[in-house]
């Protein structure tokens, strides 16, 4: 079934099924049928979870980077939670400056003062979490919310919504953070979060939009426009779908941004430094190491190869979003999963036959 | 209305809202624009001051006077903005004007030459890649620059300083030139500031994610029919490459490779600050540091009247490089 039959029978049941709640409001009702339409229901949830969350699922466990970059984030997010209780406090009873993989107690190595590396770096997850989640959910309801209507209502809307994102856009990001940081001086994660995340939501509203532009003119949009859905509704059921996957990357995307901004400030030493965290962590170690000789390196790249690999833990999946996203791969994958559209498959051969 | 007045209009609104910004920003300190003295006396001498002292103070960093009605106060900061007044700065006492024009031909030296060479290896390297699709090298090359893209800048930067500064003394660990050398127009000065560049410039190129980008769009370009034709009519390989996909896939990052330019500009504060290179990016974080607000907001008016002359230029050369572009901005990359 073609994408728009889909699309046009829903819309039509739902009407259907609206029209018949309000023509009969009593519990014992005549039309019966209504349980067809909730097995319909079950079906396309099914259908739902299958295509849209099951299948790219698959797609991104098989390719090694999605599952390289799954598991790279599950970790961090284990750490910042069950780890958090499992690994006691940091506490100065090490020997000082201790290089990693000496001592198992401190597996890490230790700093200056003697505390366990391994532990810091446990400890100031929930922190770096919380101030990539708020930036995270800021940044993205900016860029969808903005991306999708200015690039779905055109005319007005659209003209005042790219002037307010080329503006965003257009000033220079790091600068800008120095300035409101030094104005602000923010303590609290969340703050910091959305601070950092202050004019990176207009990339993403950019790109966002110029996907809509396509999407809007497709033959199933337009034909749900012409039944009469709302701008809401056609935004929400045919629109947002669509973009999903790009949703995806820009969310791995705004991540690291966020990830690798703050640290960089923290590292600066813009940002306030009383509580531990993986960009102070970096600027301690800087500033600690000496360089000639070349001593106390462990201090350093501990909080640098942490920060690191969460980069790759981002990058990698997005990468495997991209295939997700690449409908030449999809259609590959289809056929092994949910037995895919029959000219989908002969393109993907075509595509296939002709790189080779 | 003509594209290229949008195009000009989108700018200037850009530079009224970065001074704006800042205007607010000096208000929303914890005592206003007088917050600005706090940096240079105690609080008792303040408070003995004459009145109209701290007015003349307050006008000498910031560029307004701050018993003036708000309107009034605006106005006045323009003014001075427009006369290359932006304010003193507070630990080098000097404006902050010449604090900045001798660092700025620097931070212009690096940026350009990191993105000289970003583009000449990211193009080349990308399209080759996409043209190989799936070949060892590919896997092998998508494997390193993921890796590479996924460390931030600064990262690499100390790295770089760390292995090839200190490690092996092949670079120096910081400074613009050597200090034994006159500055002047001479080959050995020259060749100073390039040895004394190549760390900054290759931590900078080195991060970036241009390869992958055009690696992924000349996938793209690849499935179309025309280069299906040049394959049937048996053209060599190199010559599809370089004349046909190269050619068609780079077009969208023509916008995309000045926005990278943009972004090196901006990201010059942390490697400046790692070189100890003193560039804009340099009293940026000197003055962040230091909580110098005019200086701060000197280097970002800087940083802002910078982007904007660049990105005006590539949206109103694109249409020249690109005719298939329907006019000034119609054509967005990601």
């Given at each position: 079934m073609s994408p728009s039959e889909r699309d046009i029978r829903s819309d039509a049941a739902s009407s259907q099924q609206n029209a018949g709640d309000d023509a009969d409001a009593s519990?014992?009702?005549?039309?019966?049928?209504d349980a067809d339409y909730s097995m319909t229901r079950t079906d396309e949830l099914r259908e739902l979870y299958d295509r849209k969350f099951y299948a790219p699922l698959q797609i991104l466990i098989k390719d090694y980077r999605g599952a390289l970059g799954i598991s790279i984030l599950l970790l961090y997010i284990l750490m910042g939670t069950v780890g958090v209780a499992v690994v006691p406090i940091p506490n100065q009873?090490?020997?000082?400056m201790l290089p990693w993989f000496r001592d198992l107690a401190f597996p890490l190595g230790t700093d200056g003062t003697g505390k366990s590396l391994l532990r810091m770096i446990v400890h100031a997850t929930p922190r770096m979490l919380q101030m990539m989640l708020a930036g995270t959910i800021f940044s993205l309801a900016f860029s969808v919310g903005i991306g999708t209507l200015a690039g779905f209502k055109r005319g007005m809307t659209d003209r005042i919504l790219m002037t307010v994102t080329d503006t965003a856009l257009n000033l220079p990001g790091l600068p800008l953070l120095l300035v409101l940081v030094a104005v602000?001086?923010?303590?609290?994660p969340m703050v910091i979060g959305i601070i950092l995340s202050i004019n990176g939501w207009a990339g993403g509203a950019r790109s966002l939009r110029s996907q809509v532009l396509q999407l809007r003119n497709a033959d199933h949009v337009e034909a749900s426009r012409a039944m009469g859905a709302s701008t809401g509704r056609n935004i929400q059921k045919n629109v947002l779908p669509e973009l999903m996957p790009l949703i995806m990357i820009r969310l791995m995307t705004t991540l690291r941004s966020i990830i690798f901004a703050a640290v960089g400030l923290y590292f600066l030493g813009?940002?306030?430094?009383?509580d531990n965290n993986w960009g102070v962590m970096l600027n301690r170690s800087y500033q600690a190491v000496?360089?000639?000789?070349?001593?106390?390196?462990h201090y350093l790249m501990v909080p640098l190869l942490t920060i690191s690999l969460f980069g790759i833990g981002t990058i990698f999946l997005a990468q495997a979003f991209d295939r997700v996203f690449n409908p030449r791969l999809r259609a590959k994958y289809a056929k092994t999963l949910?037995?895919?559209d029959k000219d989908d498959d002969a393109d993907a051969a075509a595509s296939e036959a002709m790189l080779e | 209305m003509h594209p290229i007045i949008g195009r000009i209009q989108q700018s200037l609104i850009t530079l009224v809202a970065a001074v704006s910004l800042g205007f607010v920003l000096i208000h929303q300190l914890p005592s206003g624009?007088?917050?600005?003295l706090f940096g240079l006396y105690d609080a008792q001498t303040i408070r003995n001051m004459d009145p109209r002292t701290i007015q003349e103070l307050t006008k000498q960093y910031t560029?307004?006077?701050?018993?003036?009605p708000l309107y009034i106060q605006y106005l006045q900061y323009w003014e001075s903005l427009l006369q290359l007044d932006f304010g003193t700065s507070v630990?080098?006492?000097?404006p902050v004007f010449e604090v900045l024009a001798p660092a700025v031909p620097w931070t212009v030296l690096v940026s350009t030459l990191a993105m000289v060479l970003n583009v000449t290896i990211g193009v080349s390297l990308g399209a080759y890649m996409a043209y190989r699709e799936g070949s060892r090298f590919d896997i092998g090359a998508t494997f390193v620059s993921v890796i590479v893209s996924a460390v931030p800048y600064y990262i690499v930067a100390i790295l770089l300083l760390i292995f090839?500064?200190?490690?092996?003394?092949?670079?120096?660990?910081?400074?613009?030139?050597?200090?034994?050398i006159t500055p002047g127009f001479r080959l050995d000065f020259i060749l100073s500031i390039l040895h004394h560049a190549a760390l900054p410039v290759l931590s900078l190129t080195v991060t970036s994610f241009a390869a992958l980008g055009l690696r992924a769009h000349s996938i793209r370009v690849l499935g179309s029919d025309y280069i299906r034709v040049a394959r049937l009519r048996g053209l060599a390989e190199r010559r599809i490459v370089f004349h046909y996909v190269l050619r068609n896939s780079i077009l969208p990052f023509y916008t995309s490779f000045v926005v990278g330019l943009v972004g090196l500009v901006s990201g010059s504060v942390i490697t400046e600050k790692i070189f100890q290179y003193v560039g804009v990016g340099w009293y940026t974080f000197k003055g962040a540091n230091a909580g110098d607000i005019p200086l701060v907001l000197g280097t970002f008016t800087f940083f802002t009247f910078a982007t904007v002359i660049m990105l005006l230029v590539v949206d109103l050369t694109y249409s020249y490089v690109d005719?298939?572009?329907?006019?000034?901005?119609?054509d967005e990359s990601f």
């Open positions: 519990p014992a009702s005549a039309f019966s049928s009873d090490g020997p000082r602000l001086q923010p303590s609290n813009v940002l306030p430094t009383n000496d360089f000639e000789p070349l001593t106390n390196v949910s037995g895919g | 624009p007088l917050d600005i560029g307004f006077s701050s018993n003036e630990i080098y006492q000097e090839l500064g200190f490690g092996t003394g092949l670079f120096p660990n910081g400074g613009r030139y050597a200090d034994s005719p298939r572009a329907e006019g000034v901005g119609a």
